[in-house]
């Protein structure tokens, strides 16, 4: 992870020694003082715009992969993530709306930091709702299978509703394509400093819990035998699974595939026991995306790509290669 | 301690509008290995379902004298295990890893296992001869050896009450002996007892000590094998041809073709 961050302060626009860097970053923490031999203006470019952007990518990357493992671990589907309760859908058609209102009344709404972070949350937590209510009306015995109906049907009725809207708002495409393919572009500490909370949040409840994902992986009927409450484990681990998702929906837009590769990818290293798997998976889905925010930005400099595009491009491959290294080895 | 193990009175049970239980009366002591034998859709299983406290009705249901509501979730699952019909086998889980959720009841919510649970956890494979499988995933396990899993799992969570959901269903005859005979010796060392369900009724009649005939949700018939397994009584319920021979250990059920 450290290698992580001190990639992503170095690379970029202006390059900067590694070594140098990690210096100037022990630094920051207290009773270290090492020569960097930077310059001032080195220095602020590091403190102010890459080491807020490389922690975000930090942040943002442990809360999708902790929220996908934690999902897969509930809902006992190994394609479960952030995406496949509607959670990343709700958010973004939210988001959709709150632009193309924004534009309407000037600009000054999206001009607020807080709309689009504001409108990611309340899109998400009311699409996990809206999931919850259709799963229960499919019938008395809520299985995990119905919720996933309801979250595959909430994700197709936000993704028409966002469509409808860009169809008819297409002079605002531009903005919302930017903000739905990902991006950690615009972070600076302030993004940090939203996002640090939820993850805080997030990342305790999850991690106290995730003993009882192992036990609801027997199945409802065996974890009731074993003393547990699985419908009331499930819905605060949903809860607090979604809670994250919203959270770093709203700091860098829609970002797929680190939910569902970072857990499997652990799943298939280290065992299935969700006690070392989620732990696992936030240092990496950290890691990940920070690596990936490097590659987005230096690829096409001075342009940067989509980091949407990045961990798709990269992940999708990854994934194949440690599918098939762990086949080999299983057998 | 004179309290019976498990102590049903009139339990009813109706699962979507049908009627499954209607009236059960049934007392296990503590020690005894009682087996409920009937033909499918009798209510064996909604029985167990109902003393291991998965499902609630009308009438009583107590666990060692104390009424099974008036337990906490975590209290009831150190006091009776349930080995389920087809127990689901997690992906990717190993051996160790399955025996220790039976410690479940004992590790606190928000904390984890002592080593006193992990020694629990050893103890119980140690007993079982699955040591050397500790690392193993469960999914590459032969029937046999899963059904010993599931036992050593049950066993982990230290009940005294042990529920066996067609224990045998899966394995074929030696592995039914072996595994009967794994569970009346730890009946025995550890002074569990024991309320199962099984379809084969000469091994059933073997192994319990009181055999209990559940047909349409009663209670038609309880006792000793000997009283249980008889022409009459299985031609009536089970609508099947039958013979009843003497055997060493309780009566044999010889299915005969009709003429």
Known sequence: MFVALVAGVSLGPVSLPPGSVAAELLNLLPG???????????????????????????????????????????????????????????????????????????????????????????????????????????GRDRSPATLILAGVAVSAFFGAGQTYLLQQHSDNIQQVYSWLLGRLATAGWHDVWLVLPYFVLT??????????????????????????????SRYLLIAAASLGTAAAVSASGLIGFVGIIVPHTMRLLFGSSHRIILPLSMLFGGAF?????????????????????VTALLGGPFFVLVLRTARRVAM | MNAPAVRVHDLRVALGGNPILAGVDL??????????????????????????????????????????????????????????????????????????????????????????????????LDRLDLGPFAHRELATLSGGERQRVFLARALAQGATLLLLDEPTSALDIGHQQEVLELVDQLRREHGLTVLATMHDLSIAGEYADRLVLLADGRVAAAGPPDEVLTEALLARHYRAHIRVIPGDHGPLVVPVRPT
């Open chain 2, 27 to 124: 007392t296990v002591s503590a020690g005894e290995w009682v087996t409920v034998i009937g033909p499918n859709g009798a209510g064996k299983s909604t029985l167990l379902r109902a003393v291991g406290g998965l499902l609630t009705g009308p009438g009583e249901v107590a666990l060692f004298g104390t009424p099974i509501g008036a337990l906490r979730r975590r209290e009831r699952a150190r006091v009776v295990a349930t080995v389920a019909q087809s127990p689901v086998v997690p992906a990717g889980m190993s051996v160790f890893d399955y025996t220790l959720l039976g410690r479940t009841p004992y590790i606190p919510a928000l904390g984890r296992e002592s080593a006193a649970d992990l020694a629990a956890v050893h103890e119980v």
């Open chain 1, 32 to 138: 270290v003082r090492l020569d960097s031999g930077l310059t001032e203006r080195e220095i602020a470019i590091i403190t102010e715009l890459r080491l807020p952007r490389v922690v975000l990518g930090l942040l943002v990357g442990a809360l999708l992969a902790l929220a996908g493992g934690c999902y897969q671990g509930v809902f006992r589907n190994p394609l479960a993530d952030p995406y496949l309760l509607g959670v990343a859908a709700g958010a973004g058609f939210a988001v959709t709306t709150a632009i193309v209102l924004g534009a309407g009344a000037g600009g000054a709404l999206t001009g607020l930091p807080i709309t689009i972070p504001l409108a990611a949350f309340v899109g998400s937590l009311g699409a996990v709702v809206l999931t919850y209510l259709l799963g229960a009306a499919g």
């Open chain 1, 203 to 232: 990342a305790v409840v999850v991690l106290l819990h995730r003993r009882e994902l192992d036990v609801l992986s027997v199945g409802d009927d065996e974890a009731t035998g074993l003393g547990l409450h699985p419908q009331r």
């Open chain 1, 289 to 309: 995306l920070a690596l990936t925010d490097v590659v987005a930005r230096t690829a096409a400099a001075p342009a940067e790509i989509p980091i949407g595009v």
